[in-house]
């Protein structure tokens, strides 16, 4: 495939996007037009100086940028201009379905009421639907690095909402803070009828621990990243056994650790494993889900139906019916027909 045939195979594929930060889609532009409207300064005053800024080596470093990037948002409008600009993109890059990530505390904590962040998000998932032909669902993020009981009373906000959220997880900053510190939050979600992820990093201290406790004690219906969990060659089968999906992020990869880890999802791939591909934070890593199949591609000399594969993982690590599942799985096999 020569790269123009590569992009465009990787942009048309029909896919579902299953982790993507909301927050981490904020491009500056976007961050310029919101501060304007609300009337807050700036520190940088072009696109290119605020790029400048978004500098980082590592999980913590990242987040450092990202969550005081998000001081902007501030009403129901602004949430609902975030979401919708990132659903206009992913429809560019043959999104079908997507499930998103949205982290209220780090809204809340700023006094921004979780009615507001919601109500904003949903006004813009309901337009998907009718104007883009995006399903589009909400997962509601608790943040690792904050105390259990904010995690608690944040779900417990959200039951009102609960018919507009499909799921829980678990994001921000992993070290010191293991999924089993949420394991009553989580458990209370799931009592309540939510799917359950949870981000298990790359390379973090005890990620191996991590990933087998979500595995076979919590029993998530899926993990983020999770790569690390090719450590253990007997957990590998775990997952490949339970069907059980990763959602692997290898642009953002790049920038949080050494490598893609491109390695390890071509070999989880080959395993069996349910292997997907997404774009986490966009707006910061620079590349949007269709980038993220173009850039494994290239790197590990990918063709068309390694990448059709990973788009029909998409589709069944998705919490979608399985008619809608067995429905978007035959659209990708028109697509690849059709080539
Ligand atoms: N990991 C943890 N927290 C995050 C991430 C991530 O990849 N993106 C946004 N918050
Ligand atoms: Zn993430």
């Known amino acids: 495939m020569t790269s123009d045939d590569l992009a465009a195979f990787a942009y048309g594929l029909p896919k579902a996007e299953l982790h993507v930060h909301l927050e981490g889609t904020l491009e500056p532009e976007l961050r310029f037009a919101l501060a304007e ?51 206009e993109r992913a429809r560019a890059n043959g999104v079908r379905h997507v499930e998103m990530f949205f982290d209220p505390q780090a809204h809340t904590s700023r006094g921004v009421a979780f009615d507001t962040v919601i109500q904003g998000l949903r006004r813009a998932v309901v337009r998907a639907e009718a104007e883009l032909g995006i399903d589009a669902a909400l ?27 499909v799921g829980v997880g678990l994001d921000s900053d992993e070290r010191d803070n293991p999924p089993t510190k949420f394991e009553a939050v989580f458990r209370r979600a799931r009592a309540e009828g939510l799917r359950l992820t949870m981000h298990c990093d790359i390379d973090q201290v005890g990620s191996i621990d991590s990933i087998r406790w ?3 004690e919590l029993r998530v219906d899926r993990i983020d990243h999770g790569t690390n969990i090719v450590e253990d060659p007997a957990l590998v089968e775990a997952l490949v056994g339970s069907g059980i999906g990763l959602t692997c992020c290898p642009v953002s990869n790049s920038f949080v650790t050494a490598s893609m880890k491109g390695a ?39 063709g068309r139906d390694t990448l059709a594969q990973l788009a029909i993982n998409s589709f069944e690590a998705s919490w979608l019916p399985a008619e809608r599942v067995a429905a978007y799985v035959a659209e990708v096999r028109e697509f690849v027909a059709a080539q």
Do not use: H
């Open 264 to 302: 390890e999802m071509v070999d989880l791939l080959a395993r069996g494993a349910r292997v997907t591909l997404n774009s986490d934070d966009p707006a910061y890593f620079g590349g949007y889900v269709a980038d993220n199949y173009v850039r494994l591609a290239e790197q590990y000399a990918l």
């Open 139 to 165: 997962v509601l993020c608790f943040l690792r690095d904050l105390p259990t009981d904010s995690a608690m009373a944040t779900l417990e906000e959200a039951l009102p909402y609960r018919d507009w959220i």
């Open 214 to 216: 979500v595995l076979e």
């Open 37 to 87: 409207r609300n009337g807050i300064e700036l520190a940088e005053k072009t696109v290119d100086e605020m790029r400048a800024t978004y500098v980082f080596d590592d999980l913590t470093s990242f987040l450092a940028v990202y969550y005081p990037a998000m001081a902007v948002l501030v009403t129901a409008d602004d949430f609902d201009d975030l979401a919708w600009a990132y659903l």
